[in-house]
């Protein structure tokens, strides 16, 4: 069992910065793939960010290339997203997910989700 707890959102204006991070509980967490997702008032969730288990494969929302980055450190039992030139249009509830089916954009693959935190963009 794993339980993640995301921590790091709040209100930024356009333009501007918000790191998120994930904490995981157990001593597991270096055979999990992470994820993060996003879902906004009244869409449907959807894949930002993904990375395997040692950091070496990454995938991100076409949307969010070049602005966003996902990490993680082992040590620490954490996942981080640096979120940079954040749009109006990037204001969501967060979450993290982990895996072990491999890399993957589908929420689906993900057997443990955080409680997500909210991120909002003011124009």
């Known amino acids: 069992q794993v339980q993640l707890v995301e921590s790091g959102g709040g209100l930024v204006q356009t333009g501007g910065s918000l790191r998120l991070s994930c904490a995981a509980s157990?001593?597991?967490?270096?055979?999990?793939?992470m994820g993060w997702f996003r879902q906004a008032l009244g869409k449907e969730r959807e894949f930002v960010a993904a990375?395997?288990?040692?950091?070496?494969?990454?995938s991100y929302a076409d949307s969010v290339k070049g602005r966003f980055t996902i990490s993680r450190d082992n040590a620490k039992n954490t996942v981080y997203l640096q979120m940079n030139s954040l749009k109006a249009e990037d204001t969501a509830v967060y979450y993290c997910?982990?895996?072990?089916?491999?890399?993957?954009?589908?929420?689906?693959?993900?057997?443990?989700w955080g409680q997500g935190t909210q991120v909002t963009v003011s124009s």
């Open positions: 997910a982990g895996g072990r089916v491999g890399i993957s954009t589908i929420g689906s693959s993900y057997n443990y």
């Open positions: 157990g001593r597991t967490f270096n055979t999990y793939f």
């Open positions: 990375i395997s288990m040692p950091g070496s494969m990454i």
